[in-house]
């Protein structure tokens, strides 16, 4: 017997062709990286779905057509009687819709509910005795609402979130004789989404005797605008 090493005389295999786990130079990372995967993936997913969920949240509490939360007592926006819905509509503070209804203090006591007043025609004016366009726009509405009283027609000044005393005073000065509700909170407000784009006050809506808005307008009006919306509540 030869004792000559024995020599493979194979060809040797390309380096080319060499299944990746043969080759000496490959790294060993990307094998780590996997490795990792499945841990990461699994601690991933979970957080994901927890994000998904408190956006959600998020999203319900704080979008536009979200309610908030009513008056304390029972005051703020309340649900109209369905009886009360001409057909095919809604509460909305839009033209042609139901006006939302409302339950709220009056600065001189009592309460005041705006579906009480059906059959009358109705402006609502939301206003606050800090606002330079209201007290600007308060004595045609005053003019207004004499002239037009004897038939039948009233206006309901909404006090956004101040305090009887300085509501009356505000009253008193400009003579205002007819309601005037507060909105404590803001909540009814944010119902009607006063001011539309701009979200100001003064906002104004002429309601006709079903309750339906015929007109509405942002900001101070003047005594030609109060006549024209008058007149397509009247009938």
């Known amino acids: 017997m030869s004792d000559l090493p024995v020599v493979d005389e194979r060809p040797s295999e390309p380096a080319a062709d060499r299944p990746p786990d043969l080759d000496p130079e490959v790294e060993e990372r990307p094998q780590g990286r996997r490795e990792w995967q499945g841990p990461l993936r699994s601690l991933?997913?979970?957080?994901?779905?927890?994000?998904?969920?408190?956006?959600?949240?998020?999203?319900?509490?704080?979008?536009?057509?979200?309610?908030?939360?009513?008056?304390?007592?029972?005051?703020?926006?309340?649900?109209?009687?369905?009886?009360?819905?001409?057909?095919?509509?809604?509460?909305?503070?839009?033209?042609?819709?139901?006006?939302?209804?409302?339950?709220?203090?009056?600065?001189?006591?009592?309460?005041?509910?705006?579906?009480?007043?059906?059959?009358?025609?109705?402006?609502?004016?939301?206003?606050?005795?800090?606002?330079?366009?209201?007290?600007?726009?308060?004595?045609e509405i005053v003019k207004a609402y004499t002239a037009n009283q004897a038939a039948g027609f009233v206006v309901v000044g909404v006090d956004l979130q101040e305090n009887a005393g300085a509501t009356n005073s505000f009253a008193s000065e400009f003579g205002m004789k007819f309601p005037i509700v507060i909105d404590r909170t803001g909540e009814v407000g944010q119902t009607w989404r006063i001011g539309g784009p701009i979200k100001g006050i003064p906002s104004s809506y002429f309601i006709d005797r079903q309750g339906v808005v015929r007109a509405r307008f942002f900001g101070p009006m003047s005594a030609q605008t109060i006549a024209d919306d008058i007149k397509k509540i009247m009938g």
């Open 44 to 139: 991933a997913l979970p957080l994901l779905i927890v994000a998904v969920i408190v956006g959600g949240v998020y999203y319900l509490q704080n979008r536009g057509g979200a309610a908030p939360a009513a008056n304390p007592g029972g005051f703020g926006t309340v649900a109209l009687p369905a009886a009360l819905y001409p057909a095919g509509t809604s509460p909305s503070s839009e033209v042609g819709r139901v006006a939302p209804d409302f339950l709220l203090e009056r600065a001189d006591g009592g309460t005041l509910r705006l579906s009480d007043l059906r059959g009358r025609p109705v402006l609502v004016n939301f206003w606050a005795t800090w606002c330079p366009p209201c007290r600007k726009e308060v004595p």
